[in-house]
């Protein structure tokens, strides 16, 4: 089974701070991708990324940064954090070399910025 | 118009009915369509996907795609209170093999 881990569960940071949100999956998947999710606005794309070390901006990219340094390993980065960017954030990683891989998701972070 | 629409409900059903939920998109391209269900703080995990025009059954699932009219939709048959969740419909986009697209979901409420 693929297993997409997400380093915490919660997450409660102050305006301004630098976050940084972790994912690892284990399943050699190539392309992975953040996603935030609020009521009413369903998943929304920030970032993915197809390749080590290459990432492409989605729908909603801006206050956002991403590193993937390797295969396995993909950040989220907030730069200055916002009380609009309290939310919940899911990572997910795919297969690249079939259009019906189906995307697998981490347990999700839910960050508070107050 | 957004790419990917559904009603966010609730659809509410009574227990051993069948529930039918439904997803438009707008990408005539589109050619991956999935379904998701997430329970309530928990994150969505993929119940069907179709690839072609018509139907797809899986237990008490069906997945029905219509290209031409470019909706596609989710029957669950014998419905659970423990299908009680919100469905997500996500569509694979044409100009990338990577994105997928979710609709903002449709809330289930199985009536015991």
């Known amino acids: 089974d693929v297993k997409v881990t997400q380093s915490s569960r919660y997450l409660v940071k102050r305006t301004g701070e630098k976050v940084f949100l972790e994912c690892v999956q284990d399943?050699?998947?190539?392309?992975m991708f953040w996603y935030r999710q609020d009521p009413g606005l369903g998943l929304r794309l920030i970032y993915f990324?197809?390749?080590?070390?290459?990432?492409e901006k989605g729908d909603i990219p801006e206050g956002y940064s991403v590193s993937r340094e390797k295969k396995e390993r993909f950040s989220l980065i907030l730069e200055s954090a916002s009380t609009n960017q309290t939310s919940m954030y899911l990572c997910a990683s795919r297969r690249r070399d079939r259009v019906n891989s189906p995307l697998h998701f981490g347990n999700g972070t839910r960050l508070t910025v107050t | 118009q957004k790419e990917v629409e559904q009603n966010s409900g609730p659809l509410s059903v009574p227990e051993g009915a069948i529930a039918s939920l439904n997803c438009t998109y707008s990408?005539?391209?589109?050619?991956?369509f999935f379904w998701y269900r997430q329970y309530s703080g928990k994150s969505p995990e993929l119940i069907m996907f179709?690839?072609?025009?018509g139907d797809k059954e899986d237990g008490r699932f069906t997945a029905q795609l219509n290209k031409a009219s470019q909706y596609v939709s989710l029957l669950i048959r014998d419905s659970q209170p423990s299908d009680s969740a919100t469905y997500l419909c996500?569509?694979?986009?044409?100009?990338?093999?990577?994105?997928?697209?979710f609709g903002s979901g449709t809330r289930l409420l199985v009536r015991p």
């Open positions: 990324s197809y390749d080590v070390k290459m990432k």
């Open positions: 996500a569509v694979n986009r044409e100009d990338s093999s990577y994105k997928l697209i």
């Open positions: 990408d005539r391209g589109s050619q991956s």
């Open positions: 179709i690839y072609s025009n």
């Open positions: 399943m050699d998947h190539e392309n």
